[in-house]
Nanobody
Framework: QVQLVESGGGLVQPGGSLRLSCAAS????????MAWSRQAPGKQRELVAS???????????STNYADSVKGRFTISRVKNTVYLQMNSLKSEDTAVYYC???????WGQGTQVTVSS
């Protein structure tokens, strides 16, 4: 059984930064893409960023981003741990952020990010 544990959420002012971390148990995860999704109140869950296995495409993994976060967020991973560096945060980034392994269907419990002055 794979478990995903997120950390790093919190309250930040607009324009600030946060770094989310997600540690996945189970060595099998290293062979699969990992992703961050988010769900704001009253909205559907949306994919924020994803990164392939470090064993495919390139040694650091290939990344994809939602248009709304391009240039502000950076996803990275070291083996089974995935990070989301979030800069220039906006109020519309407020949401619960979830780490997941899309191909395996595993999700973390989520971490709250609130951007407010």
């Amino acid at each position: 059984q794979v478990q995903l544990v997120e950390s790093g959420g919190g309250l930040v002012q607009p324009g600030g930064s946060l770094r989310l971390s997600c540690a996945a148990s189970g060595s099998i995860v290293s062979f699969y893409a990992m992703a961050w999704s988010r769900q704001a109140p009253g909205k559907q869950r949306e994919l924020v960023a994803s990164i392939t296995s470090s064993d495919s495409i390139s040694s650091s993994g290939s990344t994809n981003y939602a248009d709304s976060v391009k240039g502000r967020f950076t996803i990275s991973r070291v083996k089974n741990t995935v990070y989301l560096q979030m800069n220039s945060l906006k109020s519309e980034d407020t949401a619960v952020y979830y780490c997941n392994v899309p191909e395996l269907g595993f999700w973390g419990q989520g971490t709250q990010v609130t951007v407010s002055s």
